[in-house]
């Protein structure tokens, strides 16, 4: 059983006023333990332990090499405890074990491995200036305190996506993941001491949306990054407006994949389903609009049914499971009213389309869905659904796919399956997306930039951008005469 606490300014404590809240494996709604549940006075405590340590010597003045060696040795603890990372967050979250291992503890090592790599690469330039006798040249710096804000579905690999980049940067964070899912978060800052990282460079507040509102709010802030739904980037984008902090946004996304006519349909249903149903599709590039070619319509329906129903639903821990249960009681209530919707809108449920039943009932389990007949205006094919849902629709021409697959209010991610480079070109360059695929799943790489277009979000993490957010830029005039 996980006893939760707070870790501010190197010191695990509990909420002031006692708070707590529970934590649930959603396989079966069995209790995983309790979690403090910071409020006022914590989120003061850790801006001004944040702060503190920005100006503390320890870490304002630890070099560049010093600081990569930290990041490294943070991703050999991540992978020295890999397999218990990995049980942890399949059991908190739900997602299998083997995606838990390969996705979520592999990523989140990688991710500090990259960045341990860039912080003695961080440069500045020199400047052509036309002033006399004067040298002008750019330093990086820190942002300052960082609010490291995370969803519930990658919560330790968005964490590391999060804290990796700005470690390097030598900001100072406070992370408040999910209060779904927040038991990996914890392990990962107990690696961060371990590692050796002075006190007050992370800290950890967990707790609910409340919580996150509160860093939002704090004038001792200077950047948040959140990675959340769009309607509390919103929220975020508004709140932080009167001190005008850094705010980076990765939001929701209603990723479309185009099935062209001379595609290989066979690795495109096999890429799609991945695509789709990867962390039962509670992933925000998902791939959650097919378009296909009228004239493969009926055959790829028939496969990617065929390979929909043929995967296997379980808690994320039992051997051989495909899909795991959704994260919350209240997430499978939405999945389950967002299909309802499509149907009473006149979509066709080809597999799927219910809760799994039998020894599953007692968890949050959805069978994967495929529906047909579907069109753009119903709710299915508009709102994002983050479940194991793929509506497919039919296109006719090239020009007329690409606008609807622009008709959205997002652009995280979209993908294009043929074998045709001009029709690959053509597509690529006419969807407005943060990352377009050809003829593969949505994969994440810590080298790659990640963000999206329109209303999925603001900015780019990842790569050499996650070094632009997390840094300013200051010019320095030396004149001499
Ligand atoms: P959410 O927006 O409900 O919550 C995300 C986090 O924000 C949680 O830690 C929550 O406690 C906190 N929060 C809630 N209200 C807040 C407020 N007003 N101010 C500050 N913090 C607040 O999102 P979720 O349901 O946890 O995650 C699912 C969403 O995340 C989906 O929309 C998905 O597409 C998106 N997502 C995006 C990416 C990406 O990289 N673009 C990755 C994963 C998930």
């Known amino acids: 059983m996980e006893q939760g606490r707070l870790l501010i300014g190197g010191q695990w404590t509990e909420a002031t006023d006692g708070a707590r809240f529970p934590a649930h494996d959603p396989a079966d709604g069995s209790l995983l333990g309790h979690l403090a549940d910071a409020g006022q006075a914590e989120v003061d405590a850790a801006v001004a332990a944040a702060r503190a340590a920005l100006a503390d010597p320890a870490w304002a003045r630890t070099t560049a090499a010093a600081r990569a060696r930290l990041l490294w040795r943070i991703a050999d603890l991540i992978e020295r405890d890999a397999d218990e990372l990995a049980e942890l967050e399949s059991r908190d979250q739900g997602q299998p074990l083997g995606v838990a291992r390969a996705v979520s503890v592999a990523g989140a090592a990688e991710h500090f491995r990259y960045y341990a790599g860039w912080v003695t690469k961080i440069e500045g330039s020199v400047?052509?200036?036309?002033?006399?006798?004067?040298?002008?040249y750019t330093r990086r710096e820190p942002v300052g305190v960082c609010a490291l804000i995370t969803p519930w579905n990658f919560p330790l690999m968005i964490a590391a996506w999060k804290i990796a980049p700005a470690l390097a940067c030598g900001n100072t964070v406070i992370l408040k993941p999910a209060e779904q899912t927040s038991l990996t978060s914890l392990r990962l800052v107990r690696l961060c001491e371990e590692a050796g990282l002075p006190a007050g460079v992370v800290n950890l507040l967990t707790g609910g949306p409340a919580t996150g509102r509160a860093l939002v709010a704090h004038?001792?802030?200077?950047?948040?990054?959140?990675?959340?739904?769009?309607?509390?980037g919103r929220e975020i984008v508004r709140a932080s407006a009167d001190d005008l902090k850094r705010v980076t946004l990765e939001l929701g996304g209603k990723a479309p994949s185009i099935i062209a006519r001379d595609a290989d349909i066979d690795a495109a249903v096999a890429g799609n389903v991945q695509g789709a149903l990867l962390n039962s599709g509670q992933v925000c590039a998902a791939y959650a609009?097919?378009?296909?070619?009228?004239?493969?319509?009926?055959?790829?329906?028939?496969?990617?049914a065929a390979a929909v129903a043929a995967l296997r639903l379980g808690p994320g821990l039992a051997?051989?499971?495909d899909l795991g249960p959704?994260?919350?009681?209240?997430h499978l209530g939405r999945v389950e009213s967002l299909v309802?919707?499509?149907v009473?809108?006149?979509a066709q449920v080809v597999t799927g389309g219910s809760r799994a039943d039998?020894?599953?009932?007692?968890?949050?389990?959805?069978?994967?869905?495929?529906?047909a007949g579907v069109r753009d205006t119903m709710t299915v094919a508009r709102q994002e659904v983050f479940g194991p849902v793929l509506p497919v629709l039919a296109y006719d021409d090239e020009d007329e796919v690409i606008a609807r697959a622009n008709d959205t209010d997002y652009g995280l991610a979209a993908a294009v399956w043929t074998r045709d480079l001009g029709t690959a070109q053509r597509l690529t360059a006419g969807i407005r997306a943060g990352a377009v695929f050809v003829n593969m799943p949505p994969v994440p790489d810590p080298a790659a930039p990640w963000g999206g277009f329109g209303s999925s979000g603001w900015g780019r993490e990842m790569g050499a951008h996650a070094l632009d957010v997390f840094t300013e830029t200051k010019g320095v005039w030396l004149h001499h005469g």
Do not use: M
């Not at 070619?293 to 496969?303: L, P």
């Open 127 to 136: 400047t052509p200036v036309s002033f006399p006798d004067t040298l002008h």
């Open 289 to 304: 609009r097919f378009y296909v070619d009228r004239a493969r319509e009926q055959e790829f329906t028939e496969k990617l």
């Open 326 to 330: 959704l994260v919350s009681a209240e």
């Open 358 to 371: 039998g020894a599953l009932a007692g968890g949050h389990f959805y069978r994967p869905t495929v529906l």
């Open 340 to 342: 309802g919707a499509g």
């Open 219 to 232: 004038r001792g802030v200077d950047k948040v990054s959140f990675t959340g739904s769009t309607s509390v």
């Open 319 to 321: 051997a051989g499971t």
């Open 344 to 346: 009473a809108e006149g």
